[in-house]
């Protein structure tokens, strides 16, 4: 059975910062510490677990009253392709809905675009690089 839900203990926060790190910094060769910043207080977080297993992370939080914002999105590599990302932005559109939000933002890297374009998101403008990473602001009306 998959879920989307929260982490609930210490072990499933454990791992799920190690995925965010694992996955989205390590390959840049960013230090552990760089998954991590200061909304992750007031954000909403969610796994996709199956069988016990952690395959997907994401967080969502609010920039304003009326829009939110996706970071730290990752799949575990040999789960990729299976519909876990997809869980996870359904799950974030939801809970956006549920405060009343108007639009979803988020920087996509270069890579997973389309992605976020078979999702409903589009480019709005060419973003930052993280270290040689191109990102693109992408938004989604709701």
Do not use: C
């Amino acid at each position: 059975m998959i879920e989307v839900r929260e982490p609930s203990n210490q072990e499933e926060w454990d791992m799920y910062y190690k995925i965010r790190w694992e996955i989205l910094r390590k390959p840049l060769g960013l230090k552990q510490g760089t998954e991590r910043d200061e909304l992750d207080q007031v954000a909403n977080h969610r796994i996709v677990e199956k069988q016990k297993n952690i395959l997907a992370v994401g967080r969502l939080h609010f920039n304003s009253n009326n829009t939110a914002q996706i970071r730290y999105m990752a799949v575990i590599q040999n789960s990729q392709r299976n519909g876990y990302g997809k869980l996870l932005i359904h799950e974030f559109v939801k809970i956006a809905k549920q405060n009343n939000i108007s639009k979803i933002v988020l920087y996509s890297r270069d890579s997973v675009i389309r992605f976020y374009e078979k999702l409903g998101f589009n480019i709005i403008a060419r973003a930052h690089k993280l270290k040689s990473v191109q990102h693109f602001l992408m938004q989604k009306n709701i």
